[in-house]
């Protein structure tokens, strides 16, 4: 299941096993063993590679079944303020941390974690929440 599912997602986005070997830190003879199903990663490999492909453990595994579906560029650039093609700038240099881009048959095709991202906006907005509380303490230590 896993090889089937790791051979699938490095076809699909255009990685090779090198390059998932890079970003993993996970031997590149390790990650062949992977794909061809000679050998199963440990659970803190599976979790490395999820995350280096962006895609739930669970899905490679095969505890779940599809990933989930790709937020819209334009309504996730509308709520972070910035038009939709910086979102893509961004998606495309690895800048944002809830998705990616990937060049597919001369164009490319973007995917947002809805997870994700309602994880990187709470965390955007705690730290908004904490720097208007900071402000606001300011602003009352000068009215003294």
Not at 60 to 84: D, N, Q, W
Not at 116 to 140: C, S
Request: with cysteine; hydrophobic share 35%; aromatic share 10%.
């Amino acid at each position: 299941m896993l090889a089937d599912k790791l051979k699938q997602i490095l076809s699909e986005r255009y990685i090779s096993q090198a390059d998932l070997s890079a970003k993993t830190g996970i031997s590149r003879a390790r990650i062949s063993m992977y794909c061809s199903g000679t050998s199963y990663p440990r659970p803190n490999a599976v979790k490395q590679i999820a995350e280096a492909l962006n895609v739930p453990a669970g899905w490679l595994t095969g505890e779940v079944k599809e990933i989930e579906p790709s937020l819209s560029v334009s309504k996730v650039a509308r709520s972070l303020g910035i038009l939709p093609q910086a979102l893509r700038e961004g998606l495309k240099k690895c800048i944002y941390p809830f998705g990616y881009a990937v060049f597919k048959n001369g164009k490319y095709k973007y995917y947002i974690s809805p997870t994700k991202f309602a994880a990187y906006q709470k965390h955007d907005l705690k730290g908004y929440e904490k720097n208007e509380r900071t402000r606001d303490i300011h602003v009352q230590k000068r009215s003294y």
